[in-house]
């Protein structure tokens, strides 16, 4: 291998040993997302929008791994370094603005997609199946929450049972999946 790395100019070996750490941090990366640790250092100068910055830790990776690996194959294709430098640099700039604006559109996808049903107390719904007094049994409602129609599991603390089709008012969350209405 040092044979090999002695036989290489000083421009080629810079463009290794540029394409080759970019390599082991972009693999590094991968590895530490895939366990779920999503570290990023990132530095977002525009303040109007709080998403992930263009000058990060992932898009500078990408930019020094496609510029290396394009610097590499332009002076395998004996090309000058001038020119292997100024494709190099237009490869790592065209992906790590790339990487950067998708890591930005990533970050814009913070909802989680799943429903709360707290967004449900003050509206009126119908029954599903009907709900037993007092918190005696569960019943189903049918409720509009977070724009669509929901059908949750619910309870009254009314003295008798809501029948069928009666409409009711949600007045509490009972649990993440329950909640508690009253006849209207």
């Keep these: 291998m040092s044979d090999w790395w002695t036989t290489l100019t000083g421009d080629l070996q810079v ?3 540029i394409g080759i750490i970019a390599g082991a941090l972009l693999l590094l990366q991968i590895i530490l997302m895939a366990l779920g640790i999503g570290l990023d250092l ?4 525009s303040s109007e929008d709080s998403g992930i910055g263009f000058l990060s830790l992932r898009s500078m990776t990408a930019f020094f791994f496609a510029f290396g690996w394009t610097g590499v194959i332009m002076k395998e294709a004996d090309k000058s370094t001038t020119i292997s430098v100024i494709v190099a640099a ?3 700039l065209a992906v790590y603005l790339a990487v950067a604006l998708i890591w930005r559109r990533f970050s814009k996808l913070d909802e989680s997609g799943s429903v ?3 967004n449900a107390v003050g509206v009126t719904g119908s029954v599903y199946l009907p709900i037993t007094g007092n918190r005696s049994g569960v019943g189903k409602v049918e409720v509009m929450v977070q724009g669509r129609m929901r059908l949750i599991d619910a309870y009254t603390e009314a003295d008798s049972t809501i029948s069928t089709k009666e409409r009711v008012k949600v007045v509490d969350v009972v649990d993440p999946s329950t909640v508690l209405v009253e006849p209207i």
Excluded: I, T
């Design 42 to 45: 990132d530095m977002d100068f």
């Design 90 to 92: 237009a490869v790592g």
């Design 116 to 118: 709360d049903y707290s």
């Design 15 to 17: 463009f290794y040993l």
